[in-house]
């Protein structure tokens, strides 16, 4: 990851403004624009294989909305806009936000697919923020090793691997999905 907002701290109105960048993804954290490289097709599959899962529970059961790839204001002042590879927010939240602006707050759940480039530092920074943000469970989900970390609490993550399943506990009541299938 790179910054690239030249020394200065940046608003988020200020990042709004800035042409997109065909090379790579930006977000705002903490005033700092950061860049990081477009993630490989393995992290496109595996993304899409998450967001499917969840979408098609959280659409028949109507807990709220799917997203991928959607801005979510953490902080301001400095500004921090992250955008999960995934995220859920329930149907109270979606009903009062207005679609043509990023979310003010963390998603409910935030999901992250880990790409080679991404460093153990900054992965932690992005479950932190959205915790601290409001968000009530993190998902990291790891190609590599195949298995999802859990976040309640930066402190006490839960590492599930193939054989384990994935519960949406009280953040997305019902959902239950074998790990192995986001690496099929």
Known sequence: MTSVSGGKLMTLEQFKALPEDDRCRQSLVAGWVLSEPWPPPR????????SRFLDEYV??????????????ILSRSPDTLRVPDVAFVRQKRVEAQNDREPYEGAPDLAVEVLSPSERARAIHAKVADYLAAGGRAVWLVDPERRQVTVFRSPLTPKILGEADRLDGEDVVPGFSVSVAEFFR
Not at 43 to 50: A, E, M, P
Not at 60 to 72: A, K, N, R, T
């Open 59 to 72: 659409e028949e059961h109507g807990l709220g909305e799917v997203y991928v790839d959607c801005g979510f």
């Open 43 to 50: 992290h496109g599959r595996v993304q899409t294989k998450v």
